[in-house]
């Protein structure tokens, strides 16, 4: 299989890929973030009845027409504490935003534009219109309808919503799981003691977290050595344990010990691609086995990190359910760039605002896959297409964000 473009390699992998149909009942503090599986239909009415808008005088519109007369204050109502009597002519109720505009009243004066008496009595300074500062029953949402569609991804705002609307738990996509596994006999794990000729294995926290920002749940397989039989171990696990997505990282290009592309030609996997067109994080696998969908990511931190970037992170949410998102945006080029060779080059850049408020975008000096120092140092990735001519500063680019 020869290597695809990364256009054909997200086609492949993320746009075929369907989102997954378990669903969990959450609490409202659980479900910010979540995919809502069913609509969310309100089962009240917000608000449940006329409400005052405003701090003030409940009354009669018709009362406060000049020449301003003095009304009699019959009674209070307060958020929670309804006042049960009639507004009748000559008459007002003190009230408070929030409260219910008792029966009778159809306007509320604002306390700014009133005064008390010595004796108790309300005196209009302005007049007010019918329904002025009324909030009607029903205003915001009504019993029945629907307040959220299924299939939203839940903002705050939705939470909110939801919550008004009645619902303590509502029924969301469950979120999919991703095994994800470190390969290689030189790693060990942060905080151990580290051998001549080892590294700490880093990658592996830098894939979990854009997995778990994307909207899945990781299930951390730890380290394997460059031996076959127990990387395949690992993923006849995923697949038992019934993982959506099964990721390895390292051994994917033509090393002697690299070993991922033999495992999982040994496990049948229907492969969708051995190599993609891109710099870094050429060497990136993908295939599935039934509904499980295996991502052989490269050693390399960078590498990595961006292939992860462009393909698991979007693979995820679309299993998630998540709305699909453009890879790339537009910014203007901060300096001046070399033509591209034959790959599609995905420069770690940092980014400025201009003048005029467009995002200006500066390749960093060092490019070299290894360096994870300045990959945590970059925001975004320069998108530069295969053979892409040489440009100056000014000129417009693409660029891909990262988490
Ligand atoms: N003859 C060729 N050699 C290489 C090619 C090629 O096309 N022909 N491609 C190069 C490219 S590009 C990359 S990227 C790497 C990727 O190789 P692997 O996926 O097989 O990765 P490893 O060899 O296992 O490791 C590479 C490098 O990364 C370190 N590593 C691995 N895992 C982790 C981890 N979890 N955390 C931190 N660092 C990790 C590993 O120690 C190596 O230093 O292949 C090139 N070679
Ligand atoms: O993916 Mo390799 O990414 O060019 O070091």
Do not use: W
Not at 40 to 69: E, N
Not at 215 to 243: F, M, T, W, Y
Not at 289 to 318: C, D, E, K
Not at 335 to 351: H, K, L, V, W
């Amino acid at each position: 299989m020869t290597m695809i473009s990364v256009e054909d390699a997200r086609e492949r992998l993320v746009v075929a890929a369907e989102p997954i149909r378990r669903t969990v009942a959450v609490s409202l503090c659980e479900a910010a973030g979540r995919v809502l599986a069913e609509d969310v239909v309100a089962k009240r009415t917000q608000p449940g009845f006329d409400a005052s808008a405003m701090d003030g005088y409940a009354l009669r519109a018709a009362d406060t027409a000049a020449p301003f007369h003095p009304l009699a204050v019959i009674g209070e109502s307060a958020a929670g504490r309804a006042f049960s009597g009639k507004v009748g002519p000559g008459e007002a109720v003190r009230i408070f935003t929030g409260a219910p505009v008792p029966e009778g009243a159809d306007a509320i004066l604002i306390q700014e534009d009133a005064e008390r008496t010595a004796d108790g009595a309300l005196l209009p300074k302005e007049a007010v219109s019918p329904s002025q500062h009324i909030r009607p029953a029903g205003v915001d949402f009504s019993a029945g309808g629907i307040l959220v569609k299924a299939g939203t991804l839940l903002s705050p705002g939705a939470v909110a919503l939801a919550a008004s609307g009645g619902h303590p738990r509502l029924t969301v996509l469950d979120r999919p799981k991703v095994a994800v596994l470190a390969t290689g006999d030189e790693l060990v794990s942060p905080g151990e003691a580290v051998g001549p000729s080892q590294i700490v294995a880093s990658n592996s926290y830098g894939v979990a977290a854009l997995v778990e920002a994307s909207g899945g749940v990781v299930v951390d397989c730890g380290i394997a050595k460059d031996d076959e039989d127990e990387i395949a171990g690992h993923l006849d696990r995923a697949l038992s344990e019934g993982c959506d997505c099964f990721v390895t990282i390292g051994g994917a290009s033509v090393g002697d010990h690299d070993l991922i592309g033999k495992v999982f030609s040994a496990r049948k996997v229907e492969m969708a691609f051995l190599k993609v067109a891109m710099r870094p994080g050429k060497p990136l696998m993908a295939g599935r086995i039934g509904a499980m969908r295996l991502v052989g990511l490269p050693g390399n931190p960078a590498s990595s990190m961006v292939a992860a970037t462009l393909f698991l992170a979007p693979l995820v949410a679309r299993l998630a359910g998540r709305p699909d998102r453009p890879m790339a945006r537009r910014a203007i080029l901060g300096a001046d760039i070399p033509e591209n060779g034959p790959r599609t080059d995905f420069m770690r850049s940092q980014t400025a605002l201009g003048e005029d408020g467009s995002l200006v975008v500066t390749p960093l000096s060092r490019q070299d896959s290894s360096l994870l120092s300045i990959y945590a140092a970059a925001q975004v990735l320069l998108m530069r297409p295969p053979h892409a001519p040489a440009a100056r500063a000014g000129e417009p680019c693409q660029v891909v964000d990262l988490g």
